[in-house]
């Protein structure tokens, strides 16, 4: 059974820093284009940054370019999000997801084949 469990989140002020982690399980991580989502109140879910199998195509949101980078490690099952400069406007539950639609396809259309449970990320001061 594949399990997608996501850490990391919590409150923070604006212009900080937080890395949302998200450990895979139950399937190859290797296999699959990986992704960043989120979803705020009131908001449709949308895809924040996407990273194929192997690192060679990235997607990212324009509203996070400069700021978020997503990683993986294949070898631990494990996807990573590192968010600097964070605003207000990045207040959302951060959901991880895996998916074999291109990178672009996996970000634009949420079209993952498995998600994780979200993480709260609250950005006040």
């Known amino acids: 059974q594949v399990h997608l469990v996501e850490s990391g989140g919590g409150s923070v002020q604006p212009g900080g820093s937080l890395t949302l982690s998200c450990a895979a399980s139950?399937?190859?991580?290797?296999?699959?284009?990986i992704g960043w989502f989120r979803q705020a109140p009131g908001k449709e879910r949308e895809g924040v940054s996407c990273?194929?199998?192997?690192?060679?195509?990235?997607y990212y949101e324009d509203s996070v370019k400069g700021r978020f980078t997503i990683s993986r490690d294949n070898g631990f099952n494990m996807i990573y999000l590192q968010m600097t400069g964070l605003t207000p406007e990045d207040t959302a539950v951060y959901y991880c997801?895996?998916?074999?639609?291109?990178?672009?396809?996996?970000?634009?259309?949420?079209?993952?084949?498995?998600w994780g449970q979200g993480t709260q990320v609250t950005v006040s001061s």
């Open positions: 997801a895996v998916g074999v639609e291109s990178t672009q396809k996996l970000c634009t259309s949420r079209t993952a084949d498995y």
């Open positions: 139950g399937l190859y991580l290797k296999d699959y284009n």
């Open positions: 990273l194929s199998r192997y690192g060679m195509m990235t």
